[in-house]
């Protein structure tokens, strides 16, 4: 094969030195704020918000993220500036340009990744000192039920950047335990043991658990 032909790969770094300094930041400094969840269903009766009032309370909270190679989406879960994505994302990246659904653009450094939920985090930090991001709450997965309308905010594409659809709850899978081969490593807790995380990430992602013809909060 014609190695001019290959696609470039990225930097490979060798050191040389048996050690070297690597300055970190504290996780204290990184994890500021706190996540908002909504773990109790609210109960009968609740209004329940239209379509066009969840847009505007969830969308500013949606952020597209864009790298050289790739792009996705993400929110934000607190207000000084931490954004879940998909780990899938995330791997590869220390950085990725944030565009919020205002036309701002910042840098968003990825903080955490966890390939076996495909959860990661990225991190913001405000330019002006006390100002507050649009966080969006969580909600337990255990509430959400099948067939469930649910808001979908998003970024499909630089030509679709922060488009809002419908849908609903698509089927609830509960896989078998993960068993390791004869011989291999022990493995991570089954897909079975935490559902919950799974799905309140993929769902919060894609849809921002907005409460369409639901009477809970998220």
Not at 8 to 34: C, E, I, M, N, Y
Not at 103 to 132: C, H, M, R, W
Request: charged share 20%.
């Amino acid at each position: 094969m014609d190695r001019s032909a290959r696609p470039p790969s990225r930097p490979v770094w060798l050191f040389k030195s048996d050690h070297f300094q690597v300055d970190l930041p504290l996780a204290s400094d990184t994890f500021t704020g706190k996540i908002n969840a909504s773990l109790v269903v609210q109960p009968a009766g609740t209004p329940v918000l239209s379509l066009e009032e969840l847009v505007k309370r969830t969308k500013p909270a949606v952020v597209y993220l864009k790298a050289l190679d790739r792009a996705g989406s993400g929110f934000f879960v607190t207000d000084t500036g931490v954004i879940a994505i998909n780990a899938h994302l995330a791997r590869g990246e220390s950085s990725f340009l944030a565009i919020l659904s205002s036309g701002a653009q910042l840098e968003a450094k990825v903080v955490y990744v966890d390939a076996d939920l495909d959860i990661a985090l990225a991190k913001i930090n405000s330019t002006s000192p006390g100002f507050l991001f649009p966080s969006i709450a969580l909600a337990d997965a255990a509430t959400v039920r099948q067939g469930e309308s649910v808001l979908a905010i998003g970024n499909p594409g630089d030509a679709m950047l922060f488009g809002v659809t419908q849908g609903i709850v698509a089927p609830w899978v509960n896989f078998p335990p993960l068993v390791p081969a004869p011989g291999s490593k022990p493995m991570r807790p089954s897909i079975r043991e935490i559902p919950a995380a799974r799905s309140s990430t993929c769902a919060a992602k894609s849809s921002a658990l907005t409460p369409k013809s639901s009477s809970r909060k998220t």
